[in-house]
Antibody
């Protein structure tokens, strides 16, 4: 069964750092594109970052230079290291497998982990 | 402000046909990129509903269908059911942003 389970969310002060993890089962992380997508409370979806099977990484402008996506093939996990957190980074963060067929789409998604940036 | 524009809400009586529009630009939908749709039931994670304009993953009822024309796309629900009440998001790829883009979401209500 394909499953993605996020962890690592919590309450963090502005300027702080946090590392999110996504445990993957049912497929090989290193053979797939993987992404993080976030959703601020009561708001829509926002793509955050992607890591290609070859290791290339890309970020939304809103997080570029502050967030780092990575994967651990041996542990079948995807991670998102977040630095210099701001109030506007408050959101539920979802990890998702990226399907590619001329363009990207996301399937499946994890259940999400909530990050709250507040003093 | 989302890159793709959707109406905030649509509603219809059970059994009716409702459509959700998704308007983009020449750097995303108009550039030839496919449009995908997600359903988000209250308190849950998004779920893929339609991919590649009008392909349904296994398990998605055939009352859901998608289409695309020019810089816009649409999701149709034919025969609206109470269980279809959810938020729906369109998604594509944007050449200028070099990443995925979403619509702001549309809340569907069965009257």
């Amino acid at each position: 069964e394909v499953q993605l389970v996020e962890s690592g969310g919590g309450l963090i002060q502005p300027g702080g750092s946090l590392r999110l993890s996504c445990a993957v089962s049912g497929f090989i992380v290193s053979s797939n594109y993987m992404s993080w997508v976030r959703q601020a409370p009561g708001k829509g979806l926002e793509w955050v970052s992607v890591i290609f099977s070859g290791g290339s990484t890309y970020y939304a402008d809103s997080v570029k230079g502050r967030f780092t996506i990575s994967r651990d093939n041996s542990k079948s996990t995807l991670s998102l290291q977040m630095y210099s957190l701001r109030a506007e980074d408050t959101a539920v963060y979802y990890c998702a497998r990226v399907r590619v067929g001329g363009t990207w789409w996301f399937d499946p998604w994890g259940q999400g982990t909530l990050v709250t940036v507040s003093s | 402000q989302s890159v793709l524009t959707q109406p905030p809400s649509v509603s219809g009586a059970p059994g009716q046909r409702v459509t959700i529009s998704c308007t983009g630009s020449s750097s995303n939908i108009g550039a030839g990129h496919d449009v995908h749709w997600y359903q988000q039931l209250p308190g849950t994670a998004p779920k893929l509903l339609i991919y590649g304009i009008n392909n349904r993953p296994s398990g998605v009822p055939d009352r859901f269908s998608g289409s695309k024309s020019g810089t816009s796309a649409s999701l149709a629900i034919t025969g609206l059911q109470a269980e279809d009440e959810a938020d729906y998001y369109c998604q594509s790829y944007d050449n200028s942003l070099s990443g995925a883009v979403f619509g702001g979401g549309t809340k569907v209500t069965a009257l």
